[in-house]
């Protein structure tokens, strides 16, 4: 059963969906950064940290579930260091 959920775990972080919007670094956005966000429909705007709400509809939108993957635990935490 072990090896069995190590096996899903890395099939489900290697299949990204293609037209999935990536992360974002901004946890709040200024200005005109935050004007094109709101004239974004939320399921195409980025994944942000933090963003409970507008991750959890667009998880939704493009897999069917709110429930997030490792890889967006991953993906959020990594967004937030500068450089990357």
Do not use: C, K
């Not at 290697?14 to 935050?34: H, L, N, T, Y």
Request: hydrophobic fraction near 40%; charged fraction near 20%; charge should be positive.
């Amino acid at each position: 059963m072990r090896v069995f959920s190590a096996i899903v775990l890395m099939l489900t972080m290697a299949a990204p969906a293609a037209a999935e919007p990536g992360w974002s670094g901004s946890v709040i956005a200024f200005g005109a950064e935050r004007e094109r966000l709101q004239s974004t429909p939320i399921e195409q705007r980025p994944y942000r940290p933090f963003h409970f709400y507008g991750n959890a509809v667009r998880r939704n939108y493009y897999r069917g579930t709110v429930l997030p993957a490792p890889r967006d635990l991953f993906e959020g935490a990594t967004s937030l260091i500068p450089g990357q």
